[in-house]
C-alpha cells in the first residue's frame, strides 16, 4: 500500500523567509502533483512533476521531485501572506490511468 | 472554461437517512472521479468513472455508498444509509483522458450526519 507522508503538518513562519515543505512516498512512482487549499475551498492544481529531477517554479513556489529519494519539495521563498492555506502532494501510482494518494496536508500560515 | 459543479453545497442529515450528490464534470473531460476528505485529512479517492465505465471502486464501502455517471457526463453519488463517520467534504473532480494530467477540483459538498 502506497503511503505518501508529508512534513511539516504546520508551519507558522513570517513574511520574508524561507522555507521546504517535504512529500515523502513509500513505493516507486515518477509522478507527483502539487495542489494548495484555502480554507472552505477546493484544491487548486499548482505543479504537475512528471519526471526525477522535475522542476517547476510559478512565483515564490518551487517544486521539485527526487524518484530516487521518493522525496518531492515544495520551497517557498520570501513569504507573503497570501501564501497562507494548506498544501497537498500527491503521488500517482497507477498503470494507465491516473490513481493519486493524497498526503495529510501541510498547513501554513504566513504572519505579517 | 466553466469549472466542475457541485450540488448541493452543505448538506445535514440524520444517521440512516440517504443522501445523493451530483457533479457535473468539465465539459469534454472524459474522467471522473469522487473523493471523500474528512477534516483534517487528504482527500481519498473513492470511485474513478472513465466516460461512463468504472475504473477504480476498491476503496468505495459498497454496502452503503453507490455512484453512476449517466451518458459520461454527470455523476451522482449516494450514500444509503449514512452513518456519523461519513461526515466530510466530498470533491468531485475530472480530468481529460490523458493519464497524466492534472485534475480539476468542483468545490466539494460538505455533508454532516448527526
Known amino acids: 500500500e502506497l503511503k505518501v507522508e508529508q512534513n511539516p503538518l504546520f508551519l507558522s513562519m513570517q513574511e520574508g523567509k524561507n522555507y521546504t515543505i517535504y512529500c515523502n512516498y513509500s513505493t516507486t512512482s515518477d509522478r507527483l502533483y502539487w495542489y494548495r487549499q484555502d480554507p472552505g475551498k477546493s484544491l487548486e492544481s499548482l505543479f504537475v512533476l512528471l519526471s526525477n529531477g522535475a522542476v517547476k517554479q510559478e512565483g515564490r513556489l518551487m517544486a521539485s521531485l527526487d524518484t530516487k529519494a521518493r522525496l518531492s519539495t515544495l520551497h517557498i521563498t520570501a513569504a507573503v501572506h497570501d501564501l497562507s492555506a494548506t498544501y497537498f502532494c500527491a503521488v500517482d501510482w497507477g498503470q494507465g490511468a491516473q490513481k493519486l494518494v493524497f498526503g495529510q496536508g501541510t498547513r501554513l500560515t504566513i504572519n505579517p | 472554461e466553466a469549472g466542475v459543479a457541485q450540488s448541493p453545497r452543505y448538506k445535514i442529515i440524520e444517521k440512516r437517512q440517504s443522501v445523493a450528490f451530483w457533479c457535473n464534470p468539465i465539459?469534454?473531460?472524459?474522467?471522473l472521479y469522487w473523493y471523500q476528505q474528512i477534516l483534517g485529512q487528504g482527500p481519498k479517492l473513492l470511485i474513478q468513472?472513465?466516460?461512463?465505465?468504472?475504473?477504480?471502486d476498491s476503496q468505495l464501502p459498497k454496502d452503503r455508498f453507490s455512484a453512476e455517471r449517466l451518458k459520461g457526463v454527470d455523476s451522482t453519488l449516494k450514500i444509503q444509509p449514512a452513518k456519523l463517520e461519513d461526515s466530510a467534504v466530498y470533491l468531485c473532480a475530472s480530468s481529460t483522458q490523458d493519464w497524466i494530467d492534472t485534475q480539476y477540483f468542483g468545490p466539494g459538498t460538505r455533508l454532516t450526519v448527526l
Open positions: 468513472f472513465q466516460n461512463n465505465g468504472v475504473v477504480d
Open positions: 465539459s469534454g473531460h472524459a474522467t
